[in-house]
């Protein structure tokens, strides 16, 4: 089962930030916190990941609370394509549970 | 790279019949998952591979699934009998060495139709 809880469904305007939550309480210490995403009829994409900091790339920051039983990722300015099912997956190694995600739709 | 290549990308078959998945991973990656994913279910593990090495394989539903590496760039998931219920799209992902917590790279998935 997955150990993350994320909301069902998120809406963001274009251009704005997307801020998604997940919440995993029952984290342990060598887990870390990874978000992929996956756009209708693709594989999933990786998106980033991280253990205790804050984490940016190119296309998104993690912010991992300090007690780490929760984390937001952040699309700085949300574009129509980043319209898709984003997942939240705790592990130690790469044998991802991935649970139902949430579908952000952005909206012109 | 080309990126992890899926082949076929649709396939249509008849329950009962044999249907064979097939998967290069990226060059160099030491692991290999297969993936099945349906509206009800989402995003289940089948198993996966470690250097063409079957590690855990309790995410395959039953004996008519079989996967197999025989060599670091290709692997099949195989079903037979197929039934109606096995449809769905079928990803498979690679990774690089275990414990540097990098990215899984998925290919575009075949979907399976049994009919």
């Known amino acids: 089962d997955a150990k993350t809880t994320q909301p069902t469904s998120m809406d963001c305007a274009e251009g704005r930030a997307a801020n998604l939550p997940c919440n995993h309480s029952?984290?342990?210490?060598?887990?870390?916190v990874y978000w992929y995403r996956q756009i209708h009829s693709q594989g999933p994409q990786y998106i980033i990941h991280?253990?205790?900091n804050n984490e940016t790339n190119e296309m998104a920051s993690l912010i991992i609370t300090e007690d780490r039983k929760s984390s937001t990722l952040i699309l700085p300015h949300a574009t129509l394509r980043d319209t898709a099912v984003y997942y939240c997956?705790?592990?130690?190694?790469?044998?991802?549970?991935f649970g139902p995600g949430t579908r952000l739709s952005v909206l012109p | 790279d080309a990126g992890v290549i899926q082949s076929p990308r649709h396939e249509v078959t008849e329950m009962g019949q044999e249907v064979t998945l097939r998967c290069k991973p990226i060059?160099?990656?030491?692991?290999l998952f297969w993936y099945r994913q349906t509206m009800m279910r989402g995003l289940e593990l089948l198993i996966y591979?470690?250097?063409?090495?079957?590690?855990?394989d309790s995410g395959m539903p039953e004996d008519r699934f079989s996967a197999k590496m025989p060599n670091a760039s290709f692997s099949t998931l195989k079903i037979q009998p197929s039934e109606p219920r096995d449809s769905a799209v079928y990803f498979c992902?690679?990774?690089?060495?275990?414990?540097?917590?990098?990215?899984?790279?998925f290919g575009q998935g075949t979907r399976l139709t049994v009919v």
């Open positions: 060059s160099g990656h030491d692991y």
């Open positions: 991280g253990l205790k």
């Open positions: 591979f470690n250097n063409n090495v079957p590690i855990d």
């Open positions: 997956i705790v592990s130690y190694g790469q044998n991802f549970v």
């Open positions: 992902a690679s990774s690089p060495v275990w414990g540097r917590h990098t990215e899984a790279f």
């Open positions: 029952t984290i342990s210490g060598n887990e870390y």
